[in-house]
């Protein structure tokens, strides 16, 4: 939407954060090369071969966003206040071409009305020929418009035009019911086709059919295009060149059952690749991805990786301070603000400085080598570097201590960039001057920073899993293949869980075939413990060393197992109904039921079959939606048809679901005949019965009237209810939400984490989903735990709160402060603070009355004396 | 008094010294960021990290206004 420079940074978040350069846009002139002062570009840099020998591969390579430039009626490209919700996401962006000011292309007036057209690349056999649903768009649509109404300086009524809104993921509903009831988003149920240009304005015109069948037409000061995903023609050469099978759509072909497995042995796939999804199950799938393909490496495991000898540690404990500073020009960056010659020769003058320097760059290689020499041959025996940030430079710097024998808590750094050079840019003096005072600062707290020693605890390498369904199988068996103990907890008599009840995937697989291979898996398995009719009842310890009680078997022994981490696999149950005469009339069933009486009794005698969507979800009681219901009813109606293509079925729905790939089921459904209406939540339907069948009425929306159908059979797509984890989440101290569900440490970015470190979650205890999904869930859960397990030892931070004892009169202040409940009375009657568990936070340290709390690092002392540092300068 | 300082007859003039406390998750990760993204503001703070707001006990915020400080922002 914006010109781009020659020399670029792609996003502002990109990592590296580093330019690169165009070469479309680019002249030529190499004028960047002879600038370039810390000689970081190699002009003539051309393409290499590089060829790697690995043991597995993992595609993750994306998708593109549709082009809706073919859809000519919709008018992309020819209407300039038509934009794609890409471009949408650009305009409101702060490093965007508008500077996240809500305007409009054609006048960049800011808009009152703005449209979001769904579906367009997606759900579309006949224009663009993807069949499939993109999963994402109605959620970033929603997402767009209620950050629209933020940016908006007055009004902005937003209108989001859909066949159906599929927002299936996790309280993804309910972030559709606030975008509609709080922030007024407007939601019609209508396909857009086409739009048209109101010559004289810009504006937009719609034309659409409401759901009462009625011609309409709205103006809007701008349309958004909510553009599904595809995959693009390079990955099949790709796919081609790797010997990878694709299906119709592009996307990597997968089992049910092993969903990250490519169809060649050694090749996994993450991401969009797999098949359309969001942020969280594509972060989900990459690590289920690797574990994959750590299984079949496991042998080499750490193999090939090298480890860094550090010299043994030298003790200046008593020797006087002696340190070093180093100013960063971080090429103009602060030189180009800060007078750093100046400010470098200023930290000479400061107490205890033997040694300044300044450097182009303090961060690169050839400087870290230089600082090493300069230690070993001042002596110095504390070092502070004036640059960035330490939230993304402390640690490297640490290593070059600790690679010359120095402790690493003998560091300081000053923020003279973030917080000075790039904020005061226009004041160089001022600037100079406030980089001396952070100097000064950090020389004060460097003079009397002590060494600490960070504890290094060993990790047992056993993991624990907590339920014994497919998640809690498919997580034990990850674990166990890539060399880790693993012990199943199970609550039940026997494995499975709720696949017990299940007959057949939607792609028509046999579930019973493959958990009854899946348990034998697990039985045989030598590193798998199974423990059934358990129950945990105590959990102490932390991450890498936790025990776990449990009372095993009917006679109850109890035993303690210690582990290192634990994955939640406590899974979910179909939901009971109320609702519909269910368990008051024998024809009334749900929708697992009706897979075994379809499986059992076929269904020759069934003439109509009528099923209801959304029940014990999506409404008071149980907000979410349940995921997997429209697939089910779905499935099942596919099932009715093949058995008794006679047989009518009649499917009452608020929004179809069938995200994904499943579309085609959907669509396979209404050319088999399958009816579906729509029915809304303030009407329901009604079900009576009867002798000549259960009666159910509803309103047809296109009729206007009610319809009244008479059913053999009505199936409740009954939604699913996580298991009663109300005291093991007690136990075990971990979040839920208000429905039961656990929740996770980040929704995107830590999606298998809890927040508890050790503790990982999958499969339906952390919200409804597929087989499929699960299983993919308990992979990732089983790789984020063994990325922890395969460490030899876990070295605790010394940023950890001590008490002296002598001191401590047991207040209990502290124990009642510390958010983490770590600080315990001892026998002694002194509080006394487990380093382990600590996060250094050092909330106890500031409410001890008596003082006899300090937080290592931040001793009262040292944080003074940065305070006090500033009356010796020149105020 | 240590650090006491001269009145400032013409307070249009007078140019505060701020010290911060930043909490090294929140506040400090903000101030970088707002370096990131080039704002400018005015020169008056120092900043000193803490790993957590509650870190600071209210004796330092009391040591710095005795000591001279202007004002002391305390943000996590």
């Known amino acids: 939407m914006d010109e781009r420079k020659a020399a670029y940074i792609e996003y502002a978040q990109a990592v590296p954060l580093a330019f690169a350069i165009d070469p479309d846009t680019c002249i030529g ?383 300081e750094m000053a923020n003279i960039r973030n917080h000075n050079s790039w904020v005061h840019g226009n004041d160089p003096e001022t600037a100079t001057n406030k980089a001396k005072d952070l100097v000064r600062m950090a020389v004060a707290r460097a003079n009397l920073l002590k060494p600490l020693k960070e504890k290094r605890i060993p990790i047992n390498r056993r993991g624990l899993v907590i339920g014994g369904g497919i998640a809690g199988m498919n997580a034990a068996l990850g674990l166990a293949d890539q060399g880790f103990e693993a012990v199943i907890v199970e609550k039940e008599a026997q494995l499975g869980g709720l696949a017990r009840e299940l007959t057949t995937t939607i792609e028509g697989e046999d579930i019973q075939a493959y958990l009854y291979e899946l348990i034998e898996k697990v039985n045989q398995h030598k590193m798998i413990q199974v423990l059934t009719e358990s129950l945990i009842v105590g959990f102490t310890g932390f991450k890498g060393n936790f025990t776990t009680e449990i009372l095993v078997g009917p006679r109850m022994y109890e035993r303690k197992i210690q582990h290192g981490v634990v994955i939640v696999a406590t899974g979910a149950n179909e939901y009971k109904p109320k609702e519909y005469l269910y368990g008051q009339d024998p024809r009334v069933m749900t929708q697992i039921e009706l897979g075994k009486r379809l499986e059992v009794k076929g269904a020759s005698d069934l003439k109509r079959v009528v099923m209801i969507q959304c029940v014990g979800s999506r409404n008071e009681e149980n907000p979410n939606c349940s995921r997997v219901c429209c697939q089910s009813a779905v499935k099942n109606a596919l099932h009715i048809k093949e058995l008794n293509p006679d047989a009518e079925v009649y499917i009452l729905y608020r929004d179809i679901r069938t995200y994904g790939l499943l579309e085609d089921y959907f669509t396979e459904a209404r050319r088999k005949g399958v009816a579906f209406f729509r029915y809304h939540v303030d009407n329901p339907p009604v079900v009576e019965s009867a002798r000549e069948g259960v009666i159910v009425t509803f309103k047809d929306h296109l009729l206007q009237r009610d319809l009244q159908v008479p059913a053999d059979l009505l199936a409740l797509s009954s939604g699913m209810v996580p298991e009663d984890t109300e005291e093991l989440a007690s136990i075990l101290k971990l979040p839920r939400n208000e429905e039961g569900y656990f929740i996770e440490a980040h929704v995107k970015l830590r999606p298998v984490d809890l927040a508890n470190e050790g503790i990982f979650l999958c499969g339906t205890a952390h919200s409804p989903k597929l087989i499929s999904e699960t299983i993919s869930q308990a992979l990732a859960a089983a790789s984020r735990a063994t990325t922890f397990l395969s460490q030899p030892e876990i070295v605790l931070s010394a940023v950890t709160a001590n008490v002296d004892q002598d001191r401590c009169a047991a207040c209990l202040i502290c124990v009642r402060a510390c958010p983490y409940d770590v600080p315990r009375v001892n026998e002694k009657g002194a509080s006394e603070i487990d380093e382990a568990l600590c996060h250094g936070c050092g909330i106890c340290a500031a409410e001890c009355p008596a003082k006899a709390i300090q937080l290592n690092w931040y001793e009262d002392e040292q944080v003074l004396s940065k305070v006090e540092a500033l009356l010796e300068g020149v105020l | 008094m240590a650090g006491e300082r001269e009145v400032v007859d013409n307070m249009e003039q007078f140019e505060p010294k701020i010290l911060a406390f930043l909490c090294n998750w929140c506040a400090y990760a903000a101030a970088d960021l707002a370096g990131v993204s080039r704002l400018q503001y005015p020169s008056n703070l120092r900043s000193v990290r803490v790993m957590c707001s509650a870190r600071v006990d209210p004796v330092f915020v009391i040591k710095a206004l005795k000591d001279g400080w202007d004002g002391v922002l305390v943000s996590g």
Not at chain 1, 199 to 213: A, F, H, N, Q
Request: charged fraction near 25%; include cysteine.
């Open chain 1, 29 to 411: 002139c190499g004028l960047c090369e002879a600038m370039c002062l810390a000689k970081a570009i190699n002009y003539d840099d051309t393409e290499r071969r590089t060829t790697l020998s690995v043991g597995a591969l993992i595609l993750s390579p994306g998708s593109q966003g549709f082009d809706p430039s073919g859809l000519e009626l919709l008018g992309y490209g020819r209407f300039s206040n038509v934009v794609t919700s890409e471009e949408f996401e650009r305009i409101l962006s702060a490093s965007g071409p508008y500077r996240g000011h809500l305007m409009r292309p054609l006048d960049r007036e800011g808009p009152r009305r703005i449209a979001w057209i769904q579906c367009v690349g997606s759900r579309d056999v006949n224009l663009c020929g993807n069949g499939y649903c993109s999963s994402v768009c109605c959620m970033y649509a929603i997402k767009e418009a209620m950050i629209a109404k933020e940016h908006s300086h007055g009004e902005l009524d937003c209108t989001v035009f859909n066949i159906d809104m599929r927002t299936f993921g996790k309280d993804y509903e309910k972030y559709y019911q606030r975008a509609k009831d709080k922030s007024g988003v407007r939601f019609v149920k209508s396909r857009i086709h086409t739009i048209d240009e109101v010559r004289e304005t810009g504006d937009l015109s719609i034309e659409y059919v409401d759901e009462g069948g009625e011609l309409k037409r709205e103006t809007f000061n701008m349309v958004v295009l909510s553009v599904g995903l595809r995959i693009p023609d390079s990955l099949l050469d790709l796919a081609r060149r790797l010997g990878v099978e694709v299906n119709k759509y592009k996307f990597a072909a997968t089992h049910p059952f092993s969903p990250v497995s490519t169809s060649r042995p050694g090749i996994f796939v993450s991401g969009v690749f797999q098949g359309p999804k969001d942020i969280p199950t594509s972060v989900t799938e990459a690590s289920a991805a690797a574990c994959a393909a750590a299984t079949v490496l496991a042998e080499a495991r750490g193999r090939d990786a090298k480890s860094i000898e550090m010299p043994v540690e030298i003790d200046v404990a008593e020797e006087e301070p002696r340190i070093g500073v180093f100013v960063c020009n971080c090429g103009i960056n602060i030189g180009g603000v800060v007078d750093v010659p100046a400010v470098a020769e200023y930290a000479a003058t400061l107490p205890n400085v033997v040694f300044t320097d300044q450097n182009l760059f303090t961060c690169s290689q050839d400087t870290q080598d230089k600082i090493k020499e300069v230690i070993k041959e001042k002596n110095l025996n504390r070092v502070v570097v004036a640059s960035c940030s330490p939230r993304t430079h402390e640690q490297m710097f640490q290593e070059t201590l600790q690679a010359c024998g120095l402790n690493k808590y003998l560091f």
